[in-house]
């Protein structure tokens, strides 16, 4: 039932409010902020994770959108990516159990009604934090396939020789481009990191091992009182939109799924219908635990 305190979360709006936080997973320091709704306590959260190449500003547009209408959104730096610490590498899963732990104790949120969710990679890593933490609600938006040692079935290649650069740590935008993106869209890709100020630190051996080993799906149908949500677009470049039928198929009710004719990888997190839904499902879901 929804506690009559809370109706304006779902028709109305708070204030909201911000602070830059630190937190530690093992050596490696993250940089986060969060954000949340002005005037309530006990209030539901949600740990929202960033895509490869870009920074927790990519997700703070959607973050502020959940926080107007009462939940407590946590987004930070995956390890080497802007302000944190260390590179990207195998563990980046540890990343955003150090997230929901931090945001689980923090005052004022009510650590029973939390939610993993996350773009492109975040949404991979998210999933795979799932299976740690058994979250009440879990949002995959653009997810990367279950490619089970098979890296030809993304859309992208990769070239074989970065599987293989052990102990090398490249960083980006500085040291060329994204070795996926080919053509025009390798120049576009680097101005924009450069002009939006994104930087990521990475060992590729260690990074495509997370890919060679994740279990998706066999994860996503062991969630249990967890509602799921996938959401994808049929015009992604990046990852086929098949991974979210896939997901959602194997999936324990309740769930859903939303895809959408066109759009690309980065829609989800835009202004626009799709973004309107998914942020109005999260708190719909968290308030109706």
């Known amino acids: 039932m929804i506690d009559l305190v809370n109706l304006k979360s779902l028709f109305g709006s708070y204030r909201v409010k911000k602070r830059d936080v630190n937190f530690g997973n093992g050596s490696?320091?993250?940089?986060?902020?969060?954000?949340?709704p002005h005037g309530i306590r006990n209030v539901p959260?949600?740990?929202?994770?960033?895509g490869f190449g870009t920074s927790y500003r990519t997700v703070e547009a959607p973050a502020k959108i959940l926080a107007r209408k009462g939940i407590a959104v946590l987004i930070f730096?995956?390890?080497?990516?802007?302000?944190?610490?260390?590179?990207?590498?195998?563990?980046?899963?540890?990343?955003?159990?150090a997230a929901w732990n931090f945001l689980s104790a923090y005052p004022g949120i009510d650590n029973l009604r939390?939610?993993?969710?996350?773009?492109?990679?975040?949404?991979m890593a998210a999933i795979l934090a799932a299976h740690e933490v058994k979250p009440r609600a879990l949002i995959a938006l653009s997810c990367p396939p279950e490619i089970n040692g098979d890296l030809g079935k993304l859309r992208f290649e990769i070239p074989p020789e970065l599987t293989e650069m052990r102990g090398i740590i490249k960083e980006y935008p500085r040291d060329g481009y994204l070795?996926?993106?080919k053509g025009l869209g390798a120049l576009v890709s680097r101005l924009w990191m450069r002009l939006a100020g994104y930087r990521v630190r990475v060992e590729w051996s260690k990074f495509f091992s997370i890919f060679k080993s994740a279990r998706l799906t066999e994860i996503v149908h062991e969630l249990r009182d967890c509602a799921v949500l996938f959401v994808h677009c049929e015009g992604d470049?990046?990852?086929p939109a098949s991974t979210a039928v896939a997901l959602y198929e194997t999936a324990q009710c309740p769930k859903g799924i939303l895809v959408k004719h066109g759009g690309f990888h980065s829609t989800p997190l835009l202004m626009g219908s799709v973004r309107r839904d998914w942020t109005e499902w999260a708190v719909n879901t968290l308030y109706s635990l």
Do not use: Q, T
Request: hydrophobic share 45%; glycine share 14%.
């Open 237 to 239: 470049a990046v990852s």
């Open 114 to 123: 939390m939610a993993l969710a996350g773009h492109s990679m975040g949404a």
């Open 179 to 181: 070795p996926w993106v």
């Open 45 to 50: 959260g949600i740990v929202l994770c960033h």
């Open 28 to 36: 490696v320091e993250l940089k986060g902020r969060l954000l949340y």
């Open 77 to 97: 730096d995956f390890r080497g990516h802007g302000r944190s610490d260390g590179i990207v590498d195998d563990n980046i899963v540890e990343d955003v159990l």
